[in-house]
C-alpha cells in the first residue's frame, strides 16, 4: 500500500492537502482504509477534476444558452418504429435480430451503478420489488426475459445461444448486487454468463475546489456517471471479454424500466440491417416537462439534450402537427456495436464532457462535526453514457409504444408519476391486455365476466389482476395455446407450472 507521505505529497500537488486534516485523530484501521481510498486517485487528474468542477458550476447553470438555434429533430430517414405500417419490415427485422441472437452474438449490458436516490432505497433499484403478485424484483424480471429470448432464437435457429450480461456496478451496489444473484441462484443464469464489473468514483467539490471529506476518514465519493461506462469497460477489460464470446452487438439499458425488452430481436435487427454502429430507442414524449432526454440533432449531429440541460421553452415548442418538436424520449436504451464501443474507449473517451450536478452532500466542518447540509453544497461531475452518439458513423433511432415498453421506476409513491405503482400498473395492465388478446375471459368472484376495456383510467388498477411469468412469454408471443377461450379468475399468475397445467388440460 502506498504510504501516508506518499499520498500526502500527492494531496499537496492537487491542492488537497485538506483530506488528511484529522489524520493525527484517526486509529489504524480508519487510517488504512483513508489511505486504500486516496492512494488510486493520481493527483494531476484529482487536480484538473476539482479545478474543473469548480470552473463548470461557476458557469451559468441550466440550460445551455443559444441551443435553440442549433437543435434539430431527428431526420426521419435515420429513424423506424415498431408500429411502422410494413407488418414485413418489422418480421424482417425480428427475423435479423433473433438470428443474430441465435449466433450468440447479442450482449446486453445493464447499467445499474445509480443510488436510486429518487426511489428513496438503499439497495440497488435492481433488488426492489413493485409489487406484482409473484413478487418479482426486476433483476429477476430482467434475467428472465434473457432466459426466454435465448429460447426463442434457439427455437428459431435450432441452436443453444448465450445473451451474456454484463452489469456495470458501483462502489454502491456491487457488493449488494454480487450477494443477491448468488442468494437467488443468478435466477437460474448460467453464472459464467453474468459478468460485473464496477465503474470508477469520483470526489465530490464544493464550489470552490475542495475535495468533501464526507467523515474524517472517508471523502464523499460518487459514481462518474452511466457514461463512467466506457471507462469501466477499458479498465475490466469487458471488451475483450466480448470479443472472445463472439459478441458483436450489445444492448445497454438502464436497470428501471420495468418493461425493457432485453436484446429485443426487433431493435437490434433494425439497427443490424441497417448497418448502424450505434442507435436509441425512442419513445413519444408524454409531456413537454417529462424528465426524459430528447434524442435530436445538436448541429446536425445526432445527440441527447438530457432533461436537466434544456429549457422549458424548447422542450415545449411545437411542429406543424401540433405535437411535441422535440418528441423523441430517449429511453436509455441504446445499441452499440463492439467495434464502436472498441473506438469510444480508445479514441473517443477523452473527449466526453462531464455533466454537473449541484447535489446536498453531508460533509464534516473543521471540528469534525458532521454536518447535513439544509441547500446544495456540492458539485458531482457525470459523464452520460449517449454522450458518445456523436461520434457514431451511422447513428439510427428507433421508436417504439409507451403502452409496451416504457415505464420507468425513479420516484418513491409520494411522487405522481414513474413510481413503484406505476411501474406495476403498467406491467399488469399489458399483461392483461395479452391474455384477452390471446382470447381468455376473467371473472369475478361471483363468475360474472369482468369489463374488459383497454383504455384505463389515469393511475387505475386493470379490471383483472393477471401476470405472466417472462418465462412463458416475452413480449406476448405464445399465449393462444394456454388461454384461448379460458374464463380466468383474477388474480391469475401465468408462470411455467400454471402453463404445462393449461397445456395438459388442452390435450
Ligand atoms: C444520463 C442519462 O442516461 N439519462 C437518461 C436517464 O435518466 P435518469 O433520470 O438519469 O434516470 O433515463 C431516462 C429514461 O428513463 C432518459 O430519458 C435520460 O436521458
Known amino acids: 500500500m502506498a504510504s501516508e507521505a506518499d499520498v500526502r505529497a500527492g494531496l499537496q500537488r492537487a491542492g488537497q492537502g485538506h483530506l488528511l486534516r484529522f489524520w493525527a485523530e484517526l486509529g489504524p484501521e480508519p487510517r488504512a482504509a483513508l489511505l486504500t481510498e486516496l492512494a488510486p486517485l493520481d493527483p494531476d487528474a484529482l487536480r484538473e477534476h476539482c479545478a474543473s468542477a469548480a470552473e463548470a458550476c461557476a458557469r451559468a447553470p441550466g440550460p445551455t444558452p443559444g441551443l435553440a438555434e442549433r437543435l434539430r429533430p431527428l431526420s426521419p430517414e435515420s429513424m423506424g418504429s415498431a408500429s411502422c405500417g410494413d407488418p414485413e419490415a418489422r418480421r424482417r427485422w425480428e427475423e435479423e435480430g433473433f438470428r443474430q441472437i441465435a449466433l450468440s452474438k447479442v450482449a446486453v449490458l445493464l447499467l445499474a451503478g445509480g443510488q436510486g436516490t429518487r426511489l428513496g432505497v438503499t439497495y440497488p433499484k435492481g433488488m426492489y420489488q413493485v409489487g406484482l403478485p409473484s413478487g418479482k424484483t426486476l433483476y429477476q424480471l430482467q434475467a428472465e426475459r434473457i432466459r426466454r429470448v435465448e429460447q426463442l432464437a434457439g ?52 464550489f470552490d475546489g475542495k475535495a468533501i471529506l464526507e467523515r474524517k476518514d472517508k471523502v464523499a465519493m460518487a459514481p462518474d456517471g452511466n457514461g463512467g461506462l466506457y471507462r469501466a469497460l477499458a479498465d475490466h477489460q469487458v471488451l475483450e471479454d466480448m470479443e472472445r464470446r463472439g459478441v458483436e452487438f450489445v444492448h445497454v439499458y438502464c436497470v428501471d424500466n420495468i418493461l425493457v425488452r432485453l436484446a429485443d430481436p426487433m431493435f437490434i435487427g433494425f439497427c443490424v440491417l441497417r448497418g448502424a454502429d450505434c442507435g436509441a430507442k425512442v419513445v413519444e414524449k408524454a409531456y413537454a416537462e417529462e424528465p426524459v432526454g430528447v434524442v435530436c440533432l445538436v448541429d446536425g449531429v445526432p445527440q441527447v439534450v438530457e432533461y436537466s440541460e434544456i429549457s422549458p421553452e424548447i422542450a415545449g415548442l411545437r411542429g406543424a402537427d401540433g405535437g411535441l418538436l422535440y ?43 458532521l454536518v ?132 395438459s388440460q388442452e390435450a
Open 155 to 206: 427455437e428459431r435457429h435450432g441452436t443453444h445461444c448465450t445473451v451474456p450480461w454484463y452489469i456495470m456496478t458501483s462502489e454502491f451496489t456491487l457488493g449488494p448486487t454480487a450477494r443477491f444473484f448468488k442468494e437467488h441462484d443468478f435466477f437460474h443464469l448460467d453464472p459464467a454468463n453474468v459478468v460485473l464489473f464496477e465503474q470508477r468514483m469520483l470526489p465530490a467539490v464544493t
Open 372 to 503: 447535513k447540509p439544509l441547500k446544495p453544497n456540492g458539485i458531482k461531475m457525470e459523464k452520460f453514457v449517449f454522450d458518445v452518439f456523436q461520434f457514431a458513423k451511422n447513428f439510427v433511432a428507433f421508436e417504439v409504444s409507451r403502452e409496451e415498453e416504457f415505464s420507468p421506476l425513479k420516484n418513491a409513491d409520494s411522487a405522481a408519476r414513474d413510481n413503484p405503482s406505476t411501474a406495476r400498473r403498467a406491467l399488469l395492465t399489458q399483461h392483461h391486455q395479452w391474455a384477452l388478446q390471446a382470447g381468455a375471459r376473467f371473472l369475478d368472484a361471483r363468475g360474472a365476466q369482468l369489463p374488459e376495456q383497454p383504455g384505463l383510467p389515469q393511475n387505475g388498477d386493470p379490471p383483472a389482476i393477471c401476470e405472466i411469468s417472462p418465462l412463458v412469454s416475452y413480449s406476448g408471443e405464445g399465449l393462444e395455446a394456454y388461454l384461448r377461450g379460458r374464463e380466468l379468475w383474477s388474480p391469475f399468475i401465468l408462470d411455467e407450472d400454471q402453463a404445462i397445467v393449461l397445456r
Open 327 to 369: 418528441s423523441a424520449g430517449n429511453m436509455c436504451n441504446h445499441f452499440f456495436t463492439r467495434g464502436f464501443l472498441q473506438r469510444v474507449t480508445r479514441e473517443f473517451e477523452p473527449l466526453l464532457k462531464p455533466h454537473v450536478a449541484v447535489k446536498k452532500v453531508p460533509y464534516v466542518d473543521e471540528e469534525g462535526n
